[in-house]
């Protein structure tokens, strides 16, 4: 048996039940009708089951069209919802300030009913359309997202060998001391043996565990998160290269009671990005990475400064855009700083390039507290 196929709804708004009648018959055979005489009641019904499209008035007793419109755009998750006016105003100087406003068309009273099916059905179309391409932008970014994990992993191999290879070597080790011990008699150490081959084994399983949160694909998760936490575990993650490059990260400057709501994972992998491209300057040579972190009244204000050559002048404009790297091909995506706006915009932050000279360069981004 075949789904039913799915009916777009429209909210018809108007305090005139006429209206309401007609409109309602012009558009029952296509659409999935529902209606709100007045702007307050539009509002919550809006709040309950987004409709598709909205057909509007403007002249209502209480909050008039121009209100709603004005509550509906400011509504993150309502302002996508195309919204027609409909209205006795035939002026011009009305319908421009109702398209100023936001509206995606106006239609005059009397009705035609030819004329508002024609432009309910485009609108209807150009909000297919647009759902469509917004799914598409949404699922390639999350694809991209994902390689410049992998990638960024791929890059992480010696260290991931190195962090895998001391813990089983301390492992091993001890269970030869033990086998020794058991061998000669000499029975006192055995429960030191056992214990550091615990411990080993615990450090072996904590860096797969975080090995498989970083490169997992996964939806946003937001909870209040410490931000040292975050950037310890990006530090872990990058703790080899960073003593085989000698570069020091000072995070001296990160208040210690300063929690963010975030991601951890993703917001761990905007700190391993940012890091890693200052590694990637400075590693030629001893460096220094500084962290630092507040808050204001709205958000965390974190910076990243390093001490290496800087930027190159003709690339500033265009570092936060995709594939521009000047790396190696498997030393870099040309995605990382892209990858990092975009998980930044996606919790609300933002980042720019505060600082970029010969001294080396600065990152400032933000991040909610709440």
Not at 41 to 54: F, G, N, R, V, Y
Request: net charge negative; charged share 25%; with cysteine.
């Amino acid at each position: 048996m075949s789904p039913t196929p799915y009916r777009m709804t429209v909210l018809i708004v108007d305090d005139m039940p006429t209206n309401i009648k007609i409109l309602g018959e012009t558009l029952r055979k296509d659409y999935d009708i529902s209606f709100a005489r007045s702007g307050t009641k539009a509002l919550e019904m809006i709040a309950e089951h987004l409709p598709d499209l909205i057909l509007l008035d403007i002249m209502m007793p209480g909050i008039d069209g121009y209100e709603v419109l004005r509550r509906i755009k400011e509504n993150p998750d309502h302002s996508h919802i195309p919204v027609i006016f409909i209205s006795a105003r035939d002026d011009e100087k009305d319908e421009t300030y109702g398209l100023e406003m936001g509206a995606v068309d106006y239609i005059t009273k009397p009705f035609r009913p030819a004329v508002v099916r024609a432009r309910v059905r485009t609108h209807m179309e150009l909000k297919m359309h647009r759902d469509r391409l917004n799914s598409l932008v949404h699922d390639r970014t999350r694809q991209l997202i994902h390689s410049d994990r992998l990638a960024t992993l791929g890059t992480l191999s010696a260290a991931v060998a190195h962090e895998v290879k001391n813990p089983l070597h301390y492992v091993v080790g001890n269970a030869e001391m033990i086998i020794d011990d058991i061998l000669s008699g000499n029975m006192g150490s055995i429960q030191q043996s056992a214990v550091n081959i615990v411990k080993g084994a615990k450090r072996i399983n904590a860096l797969t565990d975080r090995l498989k949160g970083y490169s997992k694909k996964r939806g946003q998760s937001n909870a209040l998160t410490p931000l040292n936490t975050i950037i310890d575990d990006a530090l872990e993650m990058l703790r080899y290269r960073l003593l085989q490059c000698g570069i020091e990260v000072n995070t001296s400057g990160v208040d210690n009671d300063l929690k963010v709501s975030c991601d951890p994972h993703q917001i761990s992998q905007v700190f391993i990005n940012l890091i890693n491209n200052s590694t990637d300057a400075l590693c030629n040579g001893s460096g220094m990475i500084f962290i630092q972190a507040s808050k204001n009244a709205e958000a965390a204000r974190v910076t990243l400064t390093d001490n290496g050559p800087g930027i190159p002048t003709d690339k500033i404009d265009t570092i936060f855009e995709p594939f521009i790297t000047e790396k190696s091909d498997d030393k870099g995506t040309g995605l990382g700083l892209f990858i990092t706006r975009h998980i930044l915009a996606r919790h609300g932050g933002e980042i720019h390039l505060s600082r970029s000279d010969t001294s080396g360069s600065e990152f400032t981004f933000t991040l909610p507290l709440s």
